[in-house]
């Protein structure tokens, strides 16, 4: 039983062939495609507007110079949130419950930013190292320490989104068995069961979408550090 509440994230195969491309792809196919017209329709407009207020959102803290990124960013929000939307429905998979995936997000955004902080400000961003006014006894304690925090962030941020959507479709996994199980034992316990599993799939709805907005946030504060 323990192995098969696991089976769920493993990526599945056809033909000896990993399907978790086309799981990946798919969403970039659902997203209705702007037209010239000066009028459009209702999803075209609620979308835009989404997109507006994302955008805003995550340059309000940026410089000039961040809002370069305002594409990258915005786009890897919206990819994520798709992805982990889908990944609620029935019968499908989640590639974001993939360490490997999150991290191959994480890790060239992040290095991609303290790149940038090198070039442009060297100075400040080695002075991110070492906090001003540290006695001397602890310069290289201090180094030291804020090496690996600065090394941890993206692990941090690929462990915190596959963590979070990994525990909440374990637990609505549980708890959907639970209901089948006790349904024809106790009818009533399995009703108030099924209700908690109803208000846990719509707090994994929130979920799914903060997720994705806090991976995209955390990685444009990163960059208002270093432009």
Do not use: C
């Amino acid at each position: 039983m323990m192995v098969s509440f696991f089976d769920q994230f493993a990526s599945p195969l056809y033909l000896g062939i990993p399907l978790i491309a086309i799981a990946i792809t798919l969403p970039w196919v659902l997203y209705p495609t702007p037209s010239s017209r000066w009028i459009n329709n209702r999803l075209i407009t609620v979308q835009g507007w989404l997109i507006n207020r994302f955008t805003n959102q995550l340059m309000l803290p940026l410089n000039m110079g961040g809002h370069k990124w305002a594409l990258l960013l915005v786009s890897l929000m919206v990819f994520l949130i798709t992805i982990n939307m889908l990944g609620l429905l029935p019968y499908t998979f989640t590639p974001t419950t993939q360490l490997s995936l999150n991290m191959g997000f994480a890790v060239p955004l992040w290095f991609a930013t303290v790149i940038i902080g090198m070039r442009n400000q060297p100075t400040v961003a080695l002075g991110h190292l070492l906090p001003e006014g540290t006695p001397i006894p602890l310069i290289p304690v201090l180094i030291i320490i804020e090496t690996i925090s600065l090394f941890i962030r993206p692990l941090a941020l690929g462990v915190r989104l596959t963590a979070n959507l990994t525990a909440g479709h374990l637990l609505i996994q549980l708890i959907a068995t639970a209901v089948f199980v006790l349904l024809p034992m106790m009818p009533t316990v399995a009703i108030l069961t099924a209700t908690v599993l109803f208000l846990l799939t719509l707090l994994e709805v929130a979920v799914a979408m903060i997720q994705a907005y806090v991976f995209v946030l955390l990685l444009s504060l990163y960059l208002q550090e270093n432009v």
